[in-house]
């Protein structure tokens, strides 16, 4: 590895899926405005993910995607008059 080019200041977080409330403890550089009290006792920062593997098609087995912010709503919305028109 080179040195000077990997950062160096990892801490303990909590990752957090918002789609079903799954905590879990890693450490990582990522910066956040939220800290949150673990299942330990102590407080750590919060990093907020819309999927992780406790919610993952691939992991879960389940087919079907939790659309947590509404992109394909989004999407089809936006895209509508667009859909099926060939140019």
Known sequence: MK??????????VVFQ??????SFLSKSTAPSRENIKFEDGNEY????????NTSHPFYTGKMK???TA????KFNT??????GKKK
């Open 17 to 22: 899926d918002m789609s079903n409330g799954t």
């Open 65 to 67: 995607l939790v659309d």
């Open 3 to 12: 040195n000077g080019i990997h950062p160096s200041n990892y801490r303990f």
């Open 70 to 73: 509404g992109r394909v709503d």
């Open 45 to 52: 920062p919060l990093i907020k993910l819309e999927i992780s």
């Open 78 to 83: 936006r895209y509508k008059d667009h859909m």
